[in-house]
């Protein structure tokens, strides 16, 4: 039982360029959520969905596009990567309850 | 604007002494999760309090709640070496399916 699988691990981006991180989960959740984690400002949220084919706008969703086209997965993209989006970018799942969240272990997004 | 806000930012204390973290937050919400982080990982589920509970226990972590003031506080006993790692709360408004954070309070035991 993988949980919560998130691709890639560490990527290094130019300015301008683009690419898609891949969150995947196998526990039939309905719930899936991108944040991102900063030094001195915690998790924000990004973008979620309550379910397939559904998406929406979180804390800080500027630059930023995600789609959910089958259950398991929920994909987060960058249309043209900036410095101000280095960071650590987490994805979550949890179930139609609402309860406990599970967490993937992480993207390190270095953009130069 | 972020959900709920950890207190204090950071804490260091010794091994086998207790650890209060708090959390506030600002609306309504229909339960509230604590969750702890190690350096580099992903947050890891301990412990949630719905809103009707006023305290929950769960081996040595003790939540609890006061929804008339928007907050709630988490206490770790006797404190390990091993619990060293920043701690977060997270929260769902009522009618809400966002799940948001804190900064988080960074706890460091000493051994």
């Known amino acids: 039982n993988a949980g919560v699988t998130q691709t890639p691990k560490f990527r290094v981006l130019k300015t301008g360029q683009s690419m898609t991180l891949l969150c995947a989960q196998d526990?039939?959740?309905?719930?899936m959520y991108w944040y991102r984690q900063d030094p001195g400002m915690g998790l924000r949220l990004i973008h979620y969905?309550?379910?397939?084919?559904?998406?929406a706008k979180g804390e800080v969703p500027d630059g930023y596009n995600v789609s959910r086209l089958k259950k398991q997965n929920f994909l987060l993209g960058l249309e043209s990567a900036a410095p101000s989006q280095t960071s650590v970018y987490f994805c979550?799942?949890?179930?139609?309850?609402?309860?406990?969240?599970?967490f993937g272990q992480g993207t390190r997004l270095t953009v130069v | 604007s972020q959900q709920g806000e950890e207190d204090p930012q950071a804490l260091s204390i010794q091994e086998g002494e207790n650890a209060t973290m708090n959390c506030s937050y600002k609306?309504?919400?229909?339960?509230l999760q604590w969750y702890r982080q190690n350096s580099g990982r992903g947050l890891v589920h301990l412990i949630l309090?719905?809103?009707?509970?006023r305290e929950k226990h769960s081996g040595r972590l003790r939540v609890t709640l006061d929804t008339s003031k928007k907050s709630s506080s988490l206490l770790i006993t006797a404190s390990r070496a091993a619990d060293t790692a920043s701690y977060f709360c997270?929260?769902?408004?009522?009618?809400?399916?966002?799940?948001?954070f804190g900064k988080g309070t960074k706890l460091s035991v000493i051994p």
């Open positions: 979550a799942s949890r179930g139609a309850s609402r309860t406990e969240a599970f």
């Open positions: 526990m039939n959740h309905e719930y």
């Open positions: 969905s309550v379910g397939e084919g559904t998406t």
């Open positions: 609306t309504s919400i229909n339960n």
């Open positions: 309090i719905r809103s009707n509970e």
């Open positions: 997270g929260s769902s408004g009522a009618g809400s399916y966002q799940l948001t």
